[in-house]
Structure formats: structure tokens, C-alpha cells
Nanobody, 125 residues
Framework: VQLQASGGGLVQAGGSLRLSCAAS????????MGWFRQAPGSEREFVAA????????TYADSVKGRFTISRDNAKNTVYLQMSSLKPEDTAVYLC???????????????????WGQGTLVTVSS
């Protein structure tokens, strides 16, 4: 499984940005896809997750109402639409894939077996 994240950049506070995560090398219908972020000196933080099959979504409280995770099955791509961005959203954003053995915690990075490289989002005040 390979994951390729893209779409990061510099944006002013209050602006919007859409991240993409292209997945390849597997059959993803049973997977759960997630976005995490990591700011300098901080731990990796859960942002959002979506089940590939039925599209069920979960969000961190800090982004709920501002970020939207979605997927395009035909393109094997997961998106993170970010709006009303704040300087505290500045981080490297990483996409990840989880094959759900048992009942994994979606908010725990260690539950995800596959990771893409990060894409940097910088929000200026």
C-alpha cells in the first residue's frame, strides 16, 4: 500500500485548503483512511477518518465544523477540505490507512498500518 499526500501550502487565517491522499497498491474497500497532523515539538494528532466502504466519518473536536473528509472511490483518493483555517492548524499533515483488525482506536496513530509522507500546511495570522 502506498499513500501520496499533496495539497499543502501557505494560507492566511480564515482561508481554505484541500489536501489529497492518493492510495495505490491495494484494495481499499475494507480500509479506514485517516488524516493526522504533527506540529514541531508536538505529538502526532488525529484529525479525521473515513471508512472507505460506507463513508462514515469521525473528526477531532478541534476541527469539527471546519474540516471535511471525503473519498472518491473511482480515483482511490481521500480528501481533507479545510476551511476557516487558524494559525494553530499549522502542521505537517499525514494520511494513513488502517485495515480494521478487531476494534482499533481511530484516534491512535499506532492503529494505522500504512502512512504516506506529509504535506506541510502553514497558516499565517
Amino acid at each position: 500500500v502506498q499513500l501520496q499526500a499533496s495539497g499543502g501550502g501557505l494560507v492566511q487565517a480564515g482561508g481554505s485548503l484541500r489536501l489529497s491522499c492518493a492510495a495505490s497498491g491495494g484494495t481499499f474497500s475494507s480500509y479506514i483512511m485517516g488524516w493526522f497532523r504533527q506540529a514541531p515539538g508536538s505529538e502526532r494528532e488525529f484529525v479525521a477518518a473515513i471508512s472507505w466502504s460506507v463513508g462514515t466519518t469521525t473528526y477531532a473536536d478541534s476541527v469539527k465544523g471546519r474540516f471535511t473528509i471525503s473519498r472518491d472511490n473511482a480515483k482511490n483518493t481521500v480528501y481533507l477540505q479545510m476551511s476557516s483555517l487558524k494559525p494553530e492548524d499549522t502542521a505537517v499533515y499525514l494520511c494513513a490507512a488502517l485495515y480494521p483488525y478487531g476494534s482499533p482506536s481511530l484516534r491512535d496513530p499506532s492503529s494505522f498500518q500504512f502512512w504516506g509522507q506529509g504535506t506541510l500546511v502553514t497558516v499565517s495570522s
